[in-house]
């Protein structure tokens, strides 16, 4: 799926570059930071999906869109909050609000309505790995590798081995992003993936590295049901 970026900031640029390179079903075709150079780039080329800034030198990108005769697909990345309903009645596909993680943008390219972009864009639930933002890096994390995932106040501790790294999704997120047949909710704070898990004695999980999570109340004779005969 061809797509093209307008956005006037680089490091913006650089971010949704990375995205789209990471997702592996999206080709790029060029980077502008002027809707009105667009214009008559569209006449020439054909392009499947616009990943469109609000904020632009000299034409807006609510006005880019309104001035456009025939568009492709838009998906609007922006800092302000403010325009989400008129953009949706312009029928945009997405509006992702800055800064976003990887897998909202992976969300967004699965709702462009191709047959083409819904066989390449996995499922959160089939994907293999994730991104995790930490302050300025994204940090690779491969689904299989994950011993636990814990919530902490206002952001989530995903385990990997003695590493620990943080994400600002909240545990809902993990429990809706994973495969349910895979990470299973244990505590109300804890998720731990079922294939690390060593032993069950009493209210405690132990998993490999002699990590050992605690078994709530609540989430203990469904979790028993599930793996003890």
């Known amino acids: 799926m061809n797509c093209i970026i307008i956005e006037d900031q680089p490091p913006a640029q650089r971010i949704l ?3 789209i390179e990471d997702i592996g079903s999206l080709e790029l075709k060029a980077v502008f930071s002027d809707a009105i150079q667009v214009i008559d780039f569209l006449k020439k080329e054909s392009v499947d999906l616009i990943f469109l800034d609000i904020h632009l030198p000299r034409l807006s990108g609510i006005d880019f869109l309104k001035v456009l005769p025939q568009r492709p697909h838009v998906i609007l990345t922006t800092a302000f909050s403010d325009y989400a309903l008129e953009s949706y009645d312009l029928d945009v596909v997405d509006y992702l609000l800055k800064p976003f993680s990887f897998q909202r ?6 709702k462009v309505p191709t047959s083409k972009a819904a ?3 996995p499922t959160q639930q089939e994907r293999k790995e994730f991104f995790i933002k930490s302050g300025y890096e994204h940090i690779r994390i491969l689904v299989a590798d994950i011993l636990f995932i814990k919530s902490d106040a206002d952001y989530t501790e995903i385990h990997i081995g003695e590493k620990k790294h943080l994400s600002g999704e909240p545990l809902r997120y993990w429990l809706e ?15 731990v993936n079922s294939s690390h898990i060593e032993k069950i004695a009493g209210n405690q999980v132990y998993l490999e590295g002699g990590k050992q999570i605690p078994i709530g109340r609540a989430y203990k004779e469904s979790f028993l049901k599930r793996f003890v005969n």
């Open 105 to 110: 943008f992976v969300k967004a390219v699965g």
């Open 119 to 121: 066989a390449s864009v």
């Open 177 to 191: 992003s994973l495969d349910p047949q895979q990470f299973v909710r244990v505590h109300k704070s804890y998720i």
């Open 17 to 19: 570059k990375k995205y």
